[in-house]
């Protein structure tokens, strides 16, 4: 089976990168299986890990001034050393890091840059979703990145208030990135309690890559449709790895 070279932009953070490569060879081993080729060694394409320190995005979105702080350009620089290795198609393993998705794009057109919420959106429109939960970073919700490739899908996004936005970021923050995972799923959680008590079982939509190391088997969430964005965005990565398109959202 042909394969083509693709890249992976990481270090968002560094657990959440290294995780993603992990989702990205699960799902080379069902492109294999789909197509009836053996799952070997020999039989996965070339993909490179770009995890390079990046400056926080949630924090920089908030600040109107440039400077050491903005990732902007660590992201294109690690874009630049992934295009000289032949990368084709690349993922960012990081939700926030979608909001600068156009200036990197336009500056790296050989390259195709692939869209997170954008593969969300295709997943979950094919199920017939018509509305979903979404627990973010602060970066998320207000660069609106969900809101609108979900909007375009026709599936309404609910979200938490101020409070629980809070909550989520000291579950990422003070928990995850700190390695205390036992206060990142107890937040998590909350949170995503509330928010199913208030508005009935939804789809839940984990738009940090820190969430899903934390919240699957949260208690109080069994049975629950929690949805991992890296996981299509991993499938998706795979699909052009093995040069498969999928089909486009009208």
């Known amino acids: 089976m042909a394969t083509q070279v693709v890249g992976i932009l990481g270090g968002m953070g560094p657990a959440a990168g290294a995780d993603f490569v992990r989702l990205f060879v699960e799902a080379c081993a069902r492109?294999?299986?789909?197509?009836?080729?053996?799952?070997?060694?020999?039989?996965?394409?070339?993909?490179?890990?770009?995890?390079?320190p990046?400056?926080?995005?949630?924090?920089?979105?908030?600040?109107?001034?440039?400077?050491?702080?903005?990732?902007?350009?660590?992201?294109?620089?690690?874009?630049?050393?992934?295009a000289a290795l032949g990368v084709q198609s690349v993922a960012m393993a990081c939700n926030t890091a979608h909001a600068w998705h156009g200036r990197l794009q336009a500056r790296f057109?050989?390259?195709?840059?692939?869209?997170?919420?954008?593969?969300?959106?295709?997943?979950?429109?094919?199920?017939?979703?018509?509305?979903?939960?979404?627990?973010?970073?602060?970066?998320?919700?207000?660069t609106r990145l969900y809101d609108e490739a979900l909007a375009?899908?026709?599936?309404?996004?609910?979200?938490?208030?101020?409070?629980?936005?809070?909550?989520?970021?000291?579950?990422?923050?003070?928990?995850?990135?700190?390695?205390?995972?036992?206060l990142a799923q107890r937040c998590f959680a909350e949170v995503a309690q509330d928010l199913l008590a208030r508005h009935g079982a939804q789809p839940l939509i984990m738009g940090c890559t820190e969430i899903p190391l934390a919240l699957p088997g949260a208690p109080g969430l069994a049975g629950q449709r929690l949805l991992d964005p890296a996981q299509h965005l991993a499938q998706a990565l795979a699909q052009r790895a093995y040069r498969q398109l999928p089909a486009q959202m009208s």
Do not use: C, N
């Open 152 to 182: 375009r899908a026709g599936i309404a996004l609910i979200t938490p208030d101020a409070a629980g936005r809070e909550r989520l970021m000291e579950g990422i923050y003070q928990g995850v990135k700190r390695g205390d995972l036992v």
């Open 109 to 142: 057109p050989q390259l195709e840059l692939l869209h997170v919420a954008e593969e969300v959106a295709r997943a979950l429109r094919a199920e017939g979703v018509s509305q979903a939960i979404l627990l973010a970073t602060t970066g998320t919700y207000q």
């Open 31 to 52: 492109q294999l299986q789909a197509q009836g080729q053996r799952v070997q060694d020999q039989a996965f394409p070339e993909h490179w890990l770009a995890q390079v």
């Open 54 to 82: 990046v400056p926080d995005r949630s924090g920089a979105l908030l600040s109107t001034e440039s400077g050491a702080h903005q990732p902007l350009e660590p992201m294109l620089q690690a874009l630049g050393r992934l």
